[in-house]
C-alpha cells in the first residue's frame, strides 16, 4: 500500500511561518508513507527533513518568494525526473521507486502565469501534455482551480480536460468529490486541493477531513487551528 498526504500548510506572513512544528506534528499522526507540502520555507524544510530518510525541496525564487514545495518519505525512494521542465510552475515530477514499481508523482503548487492571465488551471494542462506520461503517474496538490458549487463548470473542466490524459479524480463518486479544501480570504470556501491518478493504479480510499474541523478564527476559517487548507490522504495498492 501507499499513502500519499499532501497539504498545504499556509505560510503566515505575520508570523514568518509555514511548516511550524506544530502544523508538522499533527500532520505527521496520519501515518503517511508520502508526505507533500506546499508553501514550506527552506529554513522549515531544513529542519524538517532529518525525519526523513528521502526528501526534496523545490522553488525557482522567480517572484523573489521564499515559499516552495516539500517531498518527504521514509520507505519510499524520491527522485528527480530526467525530463522536469521548470516553466510550469509549480509542477515538479518525481520518480517514486517502492515495493519494485516506479511511479511518476506530480507534485502540484499551481502559481499566477507568468503572462498575467489568471488561468491556474492551464498551467497543469500545459504541463501534462508536455510530459505525457504513458503509465502509473498521480497528480496531487494545490491546482487553484477555485471550484465550489458556484463555479462548478471550473471543476468540470479540470476533470474532462485530464481524462483526456488517463488521469482521473480520486476522490469521484465518493462523498469527498466535492467537500471543501480551501477557505479563500475573499469569504469563500473552495476545492482547490486534488489527486489524479492513471488507472492502472488500483485505489483504495480518499480521504478529505470534514467540514466540521473548520473552525472559525477572527473573521476567516482555519482547517484544525492549523492552515487555509485541509489535506487530502489518498491509499493506493502499490
Known amino acids: 500500500m501507499l499513502k500519499i498526504l499532501s497539504w498545504n500548510c499556509q505560510y503566515e506572513y505575520y508570523l514568518r511561518q509555514g511548516l511550524s512544528e506544530p502544523k508538522f506534528k499533527a500532520i505527521t499522526l ?8 506546499q508553501e514550506c520555507t527552506k529554513k522549515e524544510f531544513d529542519m524538517v527533513k532529518r525525519e526523513f530518510k528521502y526528501k526534496n525541496w523545490y522553488c ?34 518525481y520518480k517514486l521507486i517502492t515495493n519494485g514499481n516506479e511511479i511518476t508523482l ?21 504541463a501534462i501534455d508536455y510530459y505525457r506520461p504513458k ?28 481524462e483526456k490524459y488517463h488521469f482521473f479524480n480520486a476522490a469521484s463518486n465518493t462523498k469527498y468529490e466535492f467537500m ?6 475573499n469569504g469563500s470556501f473552495y476545492q482547490n486541493d486534488y489527486c489524479f491518478y492513471t488507472n492502472d493504479i488500483m485505489i483504495i480510499s ?4 470534514k467540514n466540521d474541523q473548520w ?3 477572527n473573521n476567516s476559517y482555519k482547517w484544525d487551528h492549523l492552515s487555509d487548507h485541509s489535506p487530502i490522504i489518498v491509499n493506493f495498492n502499490i
Open 135 to 162: 503509465d502509473k503517474a498521480i497528480i496531487v496538490g494545490d491546482i487553484n482551480v477555485g471550484s465550489n458549487n458556484e463555479n462548478i463548470d471550473r471543476y468540470k473542466e479540470l476533470c474532462s480536460t485530464l
Open 206 to 209: 480518499v480521504i478529505i477531513p
Open 30 to 37: 496520519y501515518n503517511f508513507d508520502v508526505l507533500v507540502i
Open 215 to 217: 473552525i472559525k478564527v
Open 180 to 185: 471543501n479544501t480551501h477557505w479563500n480570504n
Open 60 to 93: 525557482d525564487d522567480i517572484e523573489d518568494s521564499v515559499l516552495g514545495i516539500a517531498i518527504f518519505s521514509n520507505t519510499v525512494k524520491i527522485e528527480f525526473t530526467e525530463s522536469f521542465n521548470r516553466n510550469y510552475r509549480y509542477v515538479v515530477p
Open 106 to 126: 506530480f507534485s502540484v503548487w499551481i502559481k499566477a502565469p507568468l503572462d498575467n492571465t489568471k488561468n491556474y488551471v492551464k498551467v497543469l494542462f500545459d
